[in-house]
């Protein structure tokens, strides 16, 4: 009888888990905008969150979100709310693309230039390409050509170029060849990529992306993985 109960209770223990799991993506879609976007379950995706274990940070733009975020190139791009001078690890190994680095924070209550913005991308092996932006001056601590492993810290955070306040603004885009030719005349190449639905490996469920934080304002923690 004892056995018999054990392992009731364990059945039903792990049918509660899977239906809160199945409660909570059901809640997070009603403040999704993305509406068929194919984002992949935290347990198989390859990334982590841009900052380090232990630290929590609160989203202040998500996905496919009425703000600059909308659509295209933006549309699956990330605001995270942090100060400036925050360690800014890669979510994903790969090599360092472009560095830019020599612009000054903005003042607080001035809105700078988009293309004023420091940033480091971090190219993956299956083509993609990590996009870190609005990094404070000298705040790449890796070189065009760096390899970077996941979890490293790569930049510091900061307050440049097209932005109302500091955060970190990241996106991960498509592989070129997955990209659009929008040079119609032969023999040029003018690629269009769009970012691409992420996940993370590293914190609480999020099947549908990470939620901005009117619906979370206790923010992500970045886990041990």
């Given at each position: 009888?004892?056995?018999l109960?054990?392992?009731?209770?364990?059945?039903?223990?792990?049918?509660?888990?899977?239906?809160d799991?199945?409660?909570?993506?059901?809640?997070?879609?009603?403040?999704?905008?993305?509406?068929?976007?194919?984002?992949?379950?935290?347990?198989?995706?390859?990334?982590?969150?841009?900052?380090?274990?232990?630290?929590?940070?609160?989203?202040?733009?998500?996905?496919?979100?009425?703000?600059?975020?909308?659509?295209?190139q933006l549309?699956?791009?990330?605001?995270?709310?942090?100060?400036?001078?925050?360690?800014?690890?890669?979510?994903?190994?790969?090599?360092?693309?472009?560095?830019?680095?020599?612009?000054?924070?903005?003042e607080?209550?001035?809105?700078?230039?988009?293309?004023e913005?420091?940033y480091?991308?971090?190219?993956?092996?299956?083509?993609?390409?990590?996009?870190?932006?609005h990094?404070?001056?000298?705040?790449?601590?890796?070189?065009?050509?760096?390899?970077?492993?996941?979890?490293?810290?790569?930049?510091?955070?900061?307050?440049?170029?097209?932005t109302?306040?500091?955060?970190?603004?990241?996106?991960?885009?498509?592989?070129?060849?997955?990209?659009?030719?929008?040079?119609?005349?032969?023999?040029?190449?003018?690629?269009?990529?769009?970012?691409?639905?992420?996940?993370?490996?590293?914190?609480?469920?999020?099947?549908?992306?990470?939620?901005d934080?009117k619906?979370?304002?206790?923010?992500?923690?970045?886990?041990?993985?």
């Amino acid at each position: 009888m004892k056995k018999l109960l054990l392992v009731l209770s364990l059945f039903l223990l792990i049918y509660a888990c899977s239906k809160d799991e199945e409660n909570l993506c059901a809640d997070s879609d009603l403040g999704v905008n993305c509406q068929g976007a194919d984002y992949v379950k935290n347990s198989d995706s390859p990334y982590v969150l841009p900052w380090e274990t232990g630290k929590t940070f609160s989203i202040g733009q998500g996905n496919c979100t009425e703000g600059s975020h909308s659509l295209g190139q933006l549309q699956f791009a990330y605001d995270i709310n942090m100060p400036i001078g925050t360690n800014i690890v890669a979510m994903r190994s790969g090599i360092v693309g472009k560095v830019i680095e020599s612009f000054e924070d903005l003042e607080p209550g001035t809105v700078g230039l988009a293309d004023e913005a420091n940033y480091i991308t971090v190219k993956h092996d299956d083509g993609t390409e990590a996009q870190y932006v609005h990094l404070t001056l000298n705040g790449a601590l890796k070189n065009e050509g760096d390899s970077v492993i996941q979890g490293e810290i790569i930049a510091l955070s900061g307050n440049t170029g097209y932005t109302t306040g500091p955060h970190l603004h990241f996106q991960v885009m498509q592989a070129l060849t997955e990209c659009e030719d929008t040079d119609d005349r032969p023999n040029y190449i003018r690629y269009f990529c769009n970012s691409i639905p992420i996940t993370f490996k590293n914190t609480s469920e999020h099947c549908f992306g990470l939620l901005d934080s009117k619906l979370m304002p206790n923010g992500y923690t970045a886990e041990p993985y």
